[in-house]
């Protein structure tokens, strides 16, 4: 049985990774911003719940002060941002750099005393940086700076592992499932698999970057080929 932290376990696919390794009987704790969330949430999968907010790094180490070891860190929080330079949020720009690039690494160095030679760590990017759309400007900078947390932090904790996972579009995530069937039915003829991505990619993708003792430093994306298209 495994120690598993999944921040930004409460919807999404932080939420079905939560759920599937609860499933499999490891010890899970999983985050959200809200109290009463986290607690329902966890309670639902079979976990334990805590409020931790990534946009407010400075209370991080207190939300974490009850956390022992940690086998597997899963860092899936986001945000979504739809923000252009041409109008461009300077609010929304900084809540986003905050929660995933200072957030992100708070929850590490919080953690770090509590990680053991045999632990891994997945942070979550996207392929908004490798392919922007309109009003991603603050989305594809994130994501392409979680490219260089990841190195860092390799370097930094080795031997404690830290990959990253990049998924494409994920077809039947909540985001993406309100989206009209039309842009994904075109989406999918961009993707040479003919088919997006599903959130089980995802969570089956995170558990082999976990498992796998000699990959580290990986961007795995998870897109069907979309790049590609």
Same mark, same amino acid.
């Given at each position: ?35 009463? /969330? ?9 976990? /334990? ?24 860190? #899963?860092?899936?929080? =986001? ?17 986003? #750099? ?47 700076? #979680? ?16 990959? *990253? =996972? ?31 991505? *599903? ?6 993708? =995170? ?5 796998? /003792? ?7 994306? =998870? ?7």
């Amino acid at each position: 049985m495994s120690s598993v932290l999944v921040v930004g376990g409460t919807s999404g696919i932080g939420l079905e990774f939560a759920r599937a390794r609860a499933g499999q009987g490891d010890d899970v704790v999983l985050t959200s911003r809200d109290t009463q /969330r986290a607690e329902a949430v966890a309670k639902e999968v079979g976990a /334990r719940g805590l409020a931790l907010d990534l946009a407010r790094p400075l209370e991080i180490a207190a939300a974490l002060a009850d956390m022992g070891r940690v086998d597997h860190l #899963v860092i899936a929080g =986001v945000s979504r941002d739809d923000n252009k330079v041409t109008e461009y949020d300077i609010d929304a720009a900084l809540r986003l #750099v905050t929660l995933k690039l200072v957030g992100y690494t708070e929850v590490v160095h919080t953690l770090r005393g509590r990680l053991h030679e045999d632990s891994a760590i997945v942070l979550f990017g996207g392929q908004a940086k490798e392919r922007p759309y309109p009003g991603a400007t603050t989305v594809a900078t994130v994501n392409a700076g #979680v490219r260089g947390l990841m190195n860092s932090l390799a370097v930094e904790l080795a031997p404690v592992r830290v990959n *990253a =996972v990049h998924p494409g579009v994920v077809g039947d995530s909540p985001y993406w499932q309100a989206k009209p069937e039309k842009v994904l039915a075109a989406l999918r003829t961009e993707t040479p698999t003919g088919r997006l991505a *599903a959130m089980a990619d995802v969570v089956d993708a =995170v558990d082999f970057l976990l498992r796998n /003792r000699s990959v580290n430093a990986v961007e795995l994306p =998870v897109d069907g080929g979309w790049l590609l298209g």
